[in-house]
């Protein structure tokens, strides 16, 4: 049944899926050591009968052929329970150890039998089956050490008399049997802490792209937000600023560049106006930052960049990363990028009524900056700044062309009111 919170189900699925795999590895471990200790068990078997002259059977005989036969039948019953299983293969294995150790007492094979189902018991089941075996290993030979004392336990050495050719023979098969089972145990663990391994390998690569990729959206998003809170108050202070109404063009210009170099962050801005006939654009003023001068009068021809001023026309603002090769921008490296070693321009036409007049530049040198939105929309800002300052002048130059002609008139009728006046005769009234 679900818990109802994503993240707990999701954790749960991963738990039941780590179970699954462990399991899985250690099922494939139990077949592969139960065919290795069947066919070992029957050559066990065969050994303890054959060697013994006359061949006799007894209990120890019998307890032989009992774990060979439960091993041969544990390769079949593959629907039994895993814990099941395993428990039965491992007392086959504990158990096919015991006979000679109640015979010969000191048997190096069979302590080395009953070793390896203490490590299989650790693999396969965990922790407290070996110590249930270690337990009653101990108990087991302590019985047999008290029952020695006493007489109760007689020992038969010839078991164990390196003389005899058959103890060297039933060593050497009952040292197979424990080198198969634990070979094949410690090569499945390893494969397992290997392939454990490389799962968390990548999965703390995956973990450590998505900590840098989070670091560096984190990042991003500090740096669009200082973008925007210099882009706010730098357009706060140029709406404060008595000189872009004035129709002081020179010193608004300059109020402007300062600012866009400021918000920016750029070393140089600029503002270029076009010519009546549209064939060139000549600059009004250029901050360098860095120098903290203004200067002007450099003209770009519209025939020596023609794409350039193509996308002036066409865009709202041109942001060129890499300037010297963005296909708008890169006509402008004879004459403007290359000799200042300008890596990035960001440029904001000025546009009154729909018509192009001039650009806003900004330019960085040495290295390029990745422009942002906000930064882009800080451009587009200024070039309406600049829009205002060029009505602001028009409507000044206006205002100072008619100023002389209504003064003249002025005086005209000053002058005709005295002369009535004089005369006696009423003034006449002023045309409609």
Request: glycine fraction near 6%; hydrophobic fraction near 50%.
């Amino acid at each position: 049944m679900a818990s109802g919170d994503p993240a707990s189900d999701r954790f749960a699925e991963a738990g039941s899926t780590d179970v699954r795999a462990a399991l899985t590895w250690r099922v494939d471990l139990l077949n592969d050591i139960v065919k290795v200790a069947a066919i070992a068990g029957m050559l066990l078997t065969a050994t303890v009968i054959a060697f013994r002259q006359p061949p006799r059977f007894d209990l120890s005989t019998y307890m032989v052929i009992a774990a060979s036969l439960l091993m041969v039948a544990l390769r079949f019953l593959h629907r039994l329970p895993f814990r099941v299983r395993a428990s039965l293969a491992i007392l086959a294995i504990y158990g096919s150890g015991l006979p000679t150790i109640l015979r010969s007492g000191f048997a190096l094979s069979s302590a080395a039998v009953l070793l390896s189902a203490i490590v299989l018991a650790v693999i396969l089941l965990g922790r407290g089956p070996a110590v249930v075996l270690v337990v009653v290993t101990a108990i087991l030979l302590s019985a047999l050490a008290l029952a020695a004392k006493h007489g109760h336990f007689v020992p038969h050495p010839i078991d164990s008399d390196p003389r005899i050719p058959r103890n060297w023979v039933r060593m050497a098969i009952g040292f197979d049997l424990v080198a198969a089972s634990l070979m094949t145990a410690v090569a499945y663990a390893v494969r397992y802490i290997e392939m454990n391994y490389a799962e968390i390998s990548s999965a703390l690569a995956l973990l450590t792209i998505e900590r840098r990729r989070r670091a560096d959206l984190e990042s991003e998003r500090r740096r669009a937000e200082g973008d925007w809170q210099r882009s706010a108050r730098e357009l706060g202070a140029l709406g404060k600023n008595d000189v872009v109404e004035a129709g002081n063009a020179g010193a608004a210009f300059r109020a402007i560049t300062e600012a866009g170099a400021r918000g920016l962050g750029v070393d140089r801005c600029s503002i270029w106006l076009f010519d009546d006939a549209h064939s060139e654009i000549r600059c009004q003023d250029l901050h360098d930052r860095r120098e903290g001068h203004h200067s002007g009068g450099m003209v770009l021809n519209a025939s020596a960049a023609p794409t350039y001023f193509a996308a002036l026309e066409s865009e709202r603002s041109i942001a060129a990363h890499r300037a010297q090769t963005d296909p708008r921008t890169r006509e402008l490296g004879p004459s403007t990028l290359a000799p200042f070693h300008i890596a990035s321009r960001l440029d904001a036409p000025i546009r009154i009524q729909n018509r192009v007049v001039g650009v806003v530049c900004s330019e960085q040198v040495g290295a390029g900056i990745a422009w942002s939105e906000a930064q882009q929309s800080f451009a587009g800002s200024l070039a309406d700044f600049a829009a205002r300052v060029l009505f602001a002048a028009d409507a000044q130059s206006a205002a100072s062309l008619e100023t002389p002609a209504d003064s003249w008139f002025d005086q005209c009728f000053g002058r005709m009111d005295g002369l009535f006046v004089e005369s006696g005769s009423p003034p006449p009234s002023a045309p409609i």
